[in-house]
């Protein structure tokens, strides 16, 4: 299920291109039978490997120049990922090989292999050097042995060195040995392109992969011109467009099952959506876990004491880690108090926000390790000094011993201090500082703040993947997601860097996660990692290409294992019963596992996949995993994720893309040609992106757009959601986002609305609906779009009407095979200026004989829902 070339056969107005690409190469009326291709890399980041052609090896006529067939995957996003001097060549196993050169310092180097030069398969990165680097590589083959020996220079210690290895399959190498230098032949050859000298590989082909790869590039070319689109040159592209005219038809006898699920959330502790945002503990580091490393380095205030600070001149505040309340919690404050009126003060998130009137629990865990126990004030300050609630608390002993108290705001603010003022000198040990809201989502203890988990609520989602994407299979072996480690009391629980450069304390944990999907009605999606860790990882040398040890695997999987025993398990089992313990004695009906993100697809991965895959199919048959395609809709990981996923019979794959509003105007018919008896899609991840990345009328309306052809083929589409869902201001690493929000406002953006929309207007069968439009240009066509679907549970006919050109489109509906036993509908439209971040839609009640005649108005969203019944 290559899409490259799907979209090729897929899309009409790819005839033109054909037309275009012949025409290229008409000039050569005479083609040769054979040609000469170059191949090269300039050796920056996210270049790749580039082609030009000759017929005498002295005229090159370059391909692109700028476009490049195959890039280099290895290190993490940024300045890693090179392909240095590559070398391409034909392997006697009838395949094209190119090896390349990763950076100037690691001891490996990359391999992939095409039949085609156009599709490339999985890259490997064998390592054969471990403490200098691999540069220039040259390949030599012996017939008689069937062997290739690969020799490259290292010059990481004081002179160059050449070395060498052999390998018959490029997957076992043989052991790096020492060779003279003159045993390594340079076969590279200098050629003027464009009138600039490069170095590369030169092969003599069969003029027909010339064609392909002219043909490859220009479809990219045509293409891209259509993706690029936007509305800004709509006035340019519709200059004399006129109303159009829309006649549809509904053809009730044809109705399809569509999945029941289509609409969900996929949550990710990204742009603070956790601590500080969704998770509703205000005290920011509340068990001095901090360290410099969750930053790389990057905030050098970034350790146990961030966002603390004493008040206090004669008394001392440092961090220690002696006898901790818990192994997995080590850093606890210890202050030295030589005078009453010391205070330890936490600044919050961004400030601490209360509100006047309500309540507030506080707890802590302290213990007198000199002097006699005290009480201890705690109370909301401002930033002169004013003091807006107080309550104090006893401490006594000293052992560790948790405290709690309530304290009650006077007044509404959003940025108060938090202080606790020890009443006594001595010496005082603190950990795991903690204030939540009363007035939690649902009032649930260590729970979610009320007005995002609502805003969440209020889009019915029917699923919520969590705790993340990269998130879950973090940078690097050490940092991958561990579910046990999220689960228990809180000072058991044993925080961690996350991916995104913060901290996570895993607070929100994956009792919580599946606590609230219960509280929402939505189904859980854990997602797992699949032994690998997140592909552009920069931690552990090779950072993705390495897996965790075949050797832990078994324990590795028992985990997973353990998870649907957590969620599912009678409490008479080990993990059940831990569940139990944790206040929800009843199953939490988990059906669905994801196993990966985005990975990297190569025998690594396959291997500790294929073993996750095959323990839960044999222990869980009734458990539906969903495996995973790379992070885009096309290219290596896509073609070989599926192929994985289709030859072990995996219940669904998990595809994503980002793409401009372009891609999905013209992509439509994406999933149209799709083999049904494969494996089903959960579209996990997508989002329309502009330059700038605003979440605008533009970017809703094409996803809007979009969605109504996921309605169509809802019976191979199971799921999907928008990403990423939350993020705080000043704090975001991504953009676009679903809702923005600080400590006192949510903000939903536009695409929110069309995601809500969708949600609450959902069904589990699909009309189809034949279209009659006066103007049959294919710009126009595809920016107007129809989804009917009836929800069987209310009997409810949900009609979407999506017009994203800058005419009104005068619709008419033939609702013939429908017998509407309600007079009345309900209609929403979203509209405005495709710039407009604020829109909102509005709400009003209409009669089901509009239908029959009404106008969309420019740039708009409509939905109408009526009650129908089938003749």
């Known amino acids: 299920m290559n899409t490259f070339f799907k979209f090729q056969k897929q899309k009409k107005y790819f005839l033109g291109l054909l037309i275009v690409c012949f025409t290229a190469v008409s000039a050569f009326a005479k083609n040769p039978t054979e040609a000469y291709i170059f191949s090269y890399s300039n050796g920056k980041t996210f270049d790749g490997l580039h082609f030009a052609w000759s017929t005498d090896k002295i005229n090159w006529h370059p391909i692109g120049p700028e476009y490049h067939y195959i890039h280099s995957d290895y290190g993490a996003w940024g300045s890693q990922k090179r392909m240095v001097a590559p070398i391409l060549f034909p392997g006697a196993d009838g395949l094209w090989h190119c090896l390349w050169s990763l950076n100037e ?194 905030d050098k205030t970034w350790n146990s004491t961030k966002a603390w600070s004493l008040k206090g001149e004669t008394s001392k505040f440092v961090i220690d880690s002696i006898n901790p309340i818990h192994p997995n919690n080590k850093h606890y404050a210890k202050l030295t108090i030589n005078q009453t009126g010391t205070a330890l003060v936490n600044e919050g998130f961004d400030g601490i926000p209360v509100k006047a009137g309500e309540k507030y629990d506080f707890s802590v865990f302290a213990r007198s390790t000199k002097g006699k126990p005290g009480k201890l004030l705690i109370r909301f300050t401002g930033k002169n000094g004013e003091i807006y609630g107080e309550t104090a608390i006893p401490t006594a002993g000293k052992d560790w011993k948790k405290y709690n108290t309530i304290i009650t705001s006077k007044t509404t603010i ?43 609520a209020d889009l019915k989602p029917k699923f919520i993947r969590f705790p993340g994407g990269c998130v879950a299979h973090g940078d690097g072996l050490d940092n991958i997601y561990k579910w046990k480690n999220t689960i228990g009391p809180l000072e058991s629980r044993k925080p961690m860097r996350n991916l995104w450069r913060y901290h996570q304390t895993v607070g929100l944990g994956y009792f919580e996660y599946f606590q609230f999907c219960e509280d929402i009605g939505a189904v859980p999606l854990p997602v797992i990692a699949a032994g690998v860790p997140c592909q552009n990882s920069s931690t552990g040398g090779a950072g993705q290409q390495c897996g965790i040890p075949m050797s832990e695997m078994k324990e590795y999987v028992q985990d997973i294992l353990d998870l649907v025993e957590y969620a599912n398990g009678d409490i008479t089992t080990k993990w059940g019963k831990k569940r139990a313990e944790a206040g929800h004695p009843k199953p939490f009906n988990l059906k669905y596992i994801g196993i990966g993100n985005e990975d990297l697809i190569t025998d690594i991965f396959e291997e500790r996949f294929t073993m996750i895959f095959k323990a839960i199919k044999e222990k869980y048959p009734e458990i539906t995993v969903i495996g995973t395609v790379g992070p885009t809709f096309e290219g290596t990981d896509y073609q070989e994720g599926w192929d994985i996923a289709t030859k072990l019979n995996v219940p669904m794959v998990d595809e994503h893309y980002y793409q401009p509003p372009g891609w999905f105007i013209y992509n439509q018919d994406y999933y149209d040609s799709y083999d049904r008896s494969k494996p089903k899609v959960y579209l996990g991840e997508y989002a329309a992106h502009l330059p700038g990345k605003p979440n605008n009328i533009e970017t809703a309306l094409s996803e809007a757009l979009y969605l109504t052809s996921i309605e169509r083929n809802g019976d191979v589409v199971s799921m999907s959601s928008y990403a990423p869902l939350l993020a705080k201001d000043k704090h975001t690493q991504w953009n676009p986002n679903l809702i923005y929000f600080n400590n006192t406002e949510v903000r939903p953006t536009v695409g929110y609305e069309v995601q809500k929309l969708y949600g609450q207007n959902s069904g589990d069968q699909y009309i189809p609906t034949e279209t009659a439009l006066s103007n049959n240009q294919e710009n126009v066509k595809n920016r107007i779009a129809v989804s009917i679907v009836r929800d069987s549970k209310t009997d409810d006919l949900i009609v979407k009407l999506v017009n994203l050109l800058p005419v009104v489109v005068k619709s008419s509906f033939d609702l013939k095979n429908y017998g509407l036993e309600n007079k009345e509908a309900l209609k929403t439209v979203l509209k405005g200026d495709p710039n407009d971040k604020n829109a909102k839609p509005t709400t009003s009640i209409c009669s089901v004989s509009e239908l029959t005649n009404t106008e969309l108005p420019a740039y708009s969203f409509t939905v109408y829902r009526i009650k129908a019944k089938k003749k």
Not at 424 to 448: A, H, V
Request: aromatic fraction near 10%; glycine fraction near 6%.
């Open 414 to 456: 959003a940025d108060a201090n938090l202080e606790i003022v020890p009443q006594m000198t001595g010496t005082l040990d603190l950990d795991l500082i903690s204030l939540f809201p009363q007035k939690t989502f649902k009032g649930r203890k260590n729970g979610l703040r009320a007005d995002l988990a609502q805003t969440l």
């Open 105 to 298: 310092k690691d001891g490996t180097f990359a391999h992939a292999s095409s039949k085609d030069l156009l599709y490339w398969g999985r890259q490997s990165y064998p390592i054969v050097m471990n403490d200098n680097n691999c540069l220039n590589l040259e390949v030599a083959y012996n017939k008689e042995k069937d062997e290739y020996t690969i020799s490259w220079l290292s010059n990481l210690q004081s002179e160059t060195i050449a070395f060498c290895t052999t390998t018959k399959d490029f997957k076992k190498f043989s052991e790096t040995k020492n060779i003279p230098l003159s045993e390594h032949k340079n076969t590279r050859e200098n050629v003027i392109i464009s009138g600039k000298s490069e170095t590369g590989s030169i092969n003599k082909v069969a003029w027909s992969v010339v064609e392909g790869l002219i043909k490859t590039q220009q479809t990219s070319v045509y293409r891209n011109q259509l993706w690029s689109e936007t509305t800004k040159t709509d006035n340019e592209r519709f200059t004399d467009l006129k109303p159009v005219e829309a006649k549809f038809t509904v053809d009730a006898s044809k109705s399809k099952k569509i999945s029941n699920s289509l609409i969900g959330i996929f949550f990710e502790d990204i742009n603070y959506a956790a601590d500080g945002g969704l998770y509703a503990e205000l005290i920011q580091n509340r068990d001095f876990e901090y360290i410099i490393a969750d930053t790389k380095g990057r």
